[in-house]
């Protein structure tokens, strides 16, 4: 009981310490290394607490069956980015590209970051997940900002508007849940506790709840990168640092879906309330559809791969929005899958992007001659996000399908048409970047690969094999989702 | 007592309404700016007079971060920014203030009969403080669609918060933490807003949003 609270407490504690002193350290070595040490013990903490008894629901912190998943996803990648982040930063450095600085500042944020989100996971008010949310979210903007190029002002700018505006909603969102709560559970603290909320709700005024539950689906969603509120999304991605760009589309994505989950379970608690899934299947297909459509015509690899998880993250909202416990464990899965697949597929990106000193498709070729490794961990990414077989996702992708025909047969033409599209696009851009003719310089690249095939191995055991107890905790999750 | 508390409370609100409204049609930075203040300062009073009718002590802090941070600091500091980056003549503003003005009271229509219907069930007072926060969001959306300009964008979304602000402290015993966050988050967003500013001088020497669109990846 005890130990469990000083784990949740380590989870908050180390990020932000680690924050203090890294902004006070100079040096390269010692601060990367630093970064490292301290994403490998918060990954540490969170992992104890899947074996340690949990602490019981308080009025800030929480921590369940639900939100474990997303803790321990979110520190596993922070961890692997900080060693990718070594190195990425190291040719940046010699490139001048970063100034000693700039990277303390870097990794300040970094840090930062990383507390905030994991103080979103564990928050149990909504009021305080709202905050950690804006945390994290004004210190990605500031690290897309970094590199201070036109486009990277452009891009932090019309995240910054964008993301506020977002958050601005869901804020409001926030406040009407309050007053939806208030006649029921009276003023002060429980009026906003996650878990006093959910066991009550079926009090709540419906209407109150229903419009509540609009500002935080267009506010989050706007986080999440649903379109038409995506704009922000592959620009971000795109002039950012590459181990941003990472944790942007593998954990922050996962940050703002989460805080949608949350209110999709207090809806769903309501009976007079509007169903959510409608709204979320919409949501879920426009995305997946428009950003399938929108890969043909990127020329930036980055771009390319941002436009992918909008894609992604349409498909995981619909098996959300589908609701019932096998969608819902689809979508769980394929999130996890989602972000271990992009993540892995930036940090190749990112090494290959400094190896050729250019983002464009078209001055990027024959990778798997000149880089073998990185060229092939390419293939391997892309393969597992396009869905093929034998990868994660390809089965997560399977079951979104297979639940969908089952239920809704309709509703499966336009996701399998938009999976089509995305994976044609995907193919057609892989073929040109990674065989032909080598283009551009074929220097050696000094790479740290292990976080990539670290995360690659995970998804091709995952679609070989899945853990029973895994299994078994997933759909527990699923149930609760509704 | 009680019918003079709900009307100053809602001619404060309905004040803070009015003033949004004169933010549309300005177009000039200076003007506007002084506006945004003015705003501030009806935000203060509004959200003190709630702190006084909810006999909500912990609101007057939030009244006087309004008053003294968004009424007098950041006006200020706006100022010299738009002075030093010589930008006080027009504002180039993308819709006409005719349409806009018009898609204003639409806004503004659409939040009442939105949150007037859905809160029936709730006190009187909060549910129009409500109707009319949410206006003032809009509005300040509105604001950020139909300006070009950097700054008055940035003004857009503070005159937003301000409606959030006063939606919070409607709600009646809303825990301390929101506000403090509000509060919190408006002085980062403004860090965040002046290291950019800052950052867009050096680079661009001008603070139109229409020029960084110049830089877009996908024309390169």
């Known amino acids: 009981m005890n130990a469990a609270s000083d784990a949740v407490a380590w989870i908050l504690l180390i990020p932000i310490c680690a924050a203090a002193v890294l902004a006070a350290l100079p040096g390269y070595r010692l601060t990367a290394g630093l970064n490292i040490l301290a994403s490998f013990s918060t990954f540490l903490a969170a992992l104890s607490l899947l074996v340690i008894a949990r602490p019981q629901p308080g009025q800030y912190l929480l921590v369940d069956d639900l939100n474990i998943v997303f803790i321990v996803l979110n520190t596993f990648v922070g961890l692997t980015t900080s060693v990718f982040s070594a190195s990425y930063i190291a040719h940046e450095l010699e490139t001048g590209r970063l100034t000693p600085r700039y990277l303390r500042f870097y990794h300040a944020m970094y840090q930062v970051m990383m507390f905030g989100m994991n103080l979103a996971f564990v928050s149990n008010n909504i009021g305080l997940m709202w905050v950690a949310i804006e945390i994290a979210t004004l210190t990605t903007v500031l690290m897309v900002g970094i590199y201070r190029t036109h486009a990277a002002l452009e891009a932090a700018w019309k995240y910054f508007i964008l993301g506020s505006v977002g958050i601005a909603l869901a804020l409001f969102g926030t406040i009407l849940v309050y007053m939806a709560a208030l006649p029921v559970t009276g003023e002060g603290q429980d009026a906003m506790v996650w878990t006093v909320l959910v066991s009550r709700a079926a009090a709540f005024d419906p209407a109150l709840l229903n419009v509540a539950f609009i500002f935080l689906l267009l506010g989050y969603g706007t986080k999440v990168g649903l379109a038409p509120l995506h704009a922000w999304l592959p620009d971000a991605h795109a002039e950012g640092p590459t181990p941003i760009s990472a944790v942007l589309s593998g954990l922050l994505l996962n940050v703002a879906l989460y805080a949608v989950l949350r209110f999709k379970i207090l809806l769903a608690a309501n009976p007079d309330a509007i169903s959510p899934g409608p709204l979320m299947v919409t949501m879920g297909l426009t995305s997946l559809l428009f950003a399938a459509f929108m890969l043909y015509r990127r020329r930036d690899i980055k771009r390319l791969f941002a436009y992918s998880s909008i894609e992604h993250m349409g498909i995981i909202v619909f098996a959300f929005g589908m609701g019932g416990p096998l969608a819902n464990f689809a979508g769980l899965l394929h999130m996890v899958m989602h972000s271990l697949t992009k993540s892995g597929i930036f940090y190749a990106v990112g090494h290959i992007a400094q190896v050729k000193g250019t983002q464009r498709i078209a001055n990027i070729r024959g990778l798997t001659e000149t880089h073998p490794a990185l060229g092939w961990g390419l293939v391997t990414g892309v393969v597992a996000i396009a869905g093929l077989p034998p990868l994660g996702i390809f089965m997560s992708e399977f079951l979104i399908v297979s639940s969908t025909f089952a239920r809704q047969p309709l509703l499966a033409i336009p996701l399998v048409f938009g999976l089509l599209l995305a994976f044609g696009a995907l193919v057609l851009r892989l073929t040109s970047l990674a065989f032909g003719e080598p283009r551009g310089s074929a220097a050696p690249a000094e790479a740290s690969y292990l976080p990539m095939f670290a995360h690659f191995a995970l998804v091709l055991t995952a679609g070989i094999y899945l853990p029973g107890p895994l299994v078994v905790w997933f759909q527990h999750v699923a149930n609760l989702l509704g | ?220």
């Open chain 2, 1 to 220: 007592m009680h019918n003079l508390a709900f009307d100053i409370a809602h001619l404060l609100a309905g004040g803070l309404v009015l003033i949004s409204f004169m933010m549309l049609y300005q177009d000039r930075l200076y003007a506007l700016l002084n506006i945004f203040a003015v705003h501030a300062v009806v935000l203060a009073l509004s959200v003190a007079w709630q702190a006084f009718i909810q006999n909500a002590p912990h609101l007057y802090v939030t009244a006087v971060i309004a008053l003294v941070f968004k009424a007098i600091i950041i006006p200020v500091a706006l100022h010299r920014i738009v002075k030093q980056l010589g930008i006080h003549r027009d504002i180039e503003t993308a819709v006409g203030i005719g349409p806009t003005m018009l898609a204003g009271m639409g806004l503004v229509a659409l939040s009442m009969v939105l949150m007037l219907r859905v809160t029936g069930a709730a006190d009187p007072l909060a549910r129009e403080d409500l109707a009319f926060a949410l206006s003032v969001v809009l509005l300040g959306l509105l604001v950020m669609v139909t300006r070009r300009n950097a700054v008055s964008q940035v003004v857009g979304f503070m005159s937003l918060e301000n409606g959030l602000v006063l939606a919070a402290t409607g709600a009646k015993g809303m825990p301390l933490v929101v506000e403090i966050s509000v509060a919190f988050s408006i002085l980062i967003a403004f860090i965040v807003i002046g290291v950019f500013l800052f950052r867009i001088r050096e680079r661009f020497d001008t603070v139109d949003v229409g020029a960084l669109d110049e830089f877009r990846g996908e024309r390169r």
